[in-house]
């Protein structure tokens, strides 16, 4: 396991023990966070670390299952299931990521997923 793919599965493990702030410190200061289903990116890394505290104040947790993982200099490409925890409710979300990691700390990092899934999964 290379650097990256370890700093990768350590912030994917931070969604299930609710540790936003660990989360957005992994982020460089301009570092861009995007969900790319949504309409606008979390710029900065405040932006992100607000965003992932409204995040949790939704959800229980999210246990992350990592399907695929490759590296390519920079870049890290990821296949898993967010299963997003609601109470008692799992909500098993299919993603696929695209990150660039210079220096250790994400610049850029992108999750794609369907919102028609999100929808019927009750989550938006």
Same mark, same amino acid.
């Given at each position: 396991?290379? =650097? @990256? ?7 994917? /493990?931070?969604? $299930?023990? +609710? !540790? #936003?702030?660990? *989360? ?9 966070? =995007? @969900? ?7 710029? /900065?890394?405040? $932006?992100? +670390? !607000? #965003?992932?505290? *409204? ?22 490409? $990821?296949? +898993? ?44």
């Amino acid at each position: 396991m290379n =650097d @990256n793919e370890a700093l990768m599965r350590r912030f994917l /493990g931070y969604w $299930a023990t +609710r !540790e #936003w702030d660990a *989360m957005a410190d992994m982020f460089a200061v301009d570092g861009v966070y =995007d @969900n790319v289903p949504e309409k606008k990116p979390m710029v /900065g890394r405040e $932006a992100v +670390r !607000e #965003w992932l505290k *409204m995040v949790f104040a939704h959800l229980t947790r999210i246990d992350v299952e990592v399907l695929n993982i490759a590296c390519n200099g920079e870049w890290l490409l $990821a296949e +898993r299931i967010d299963t997003h925890v609601m109470g008692d409710k799992h909500m098993p979300l299919p993603v696929m990521n695209a990150t660039r990691i210079v220096d250790g700390e994400f610049v850029m990092f992108r999750d794609y997923y369907c919102r028609k899934t999100v929808a019927e999964l009750g989550m938006g």
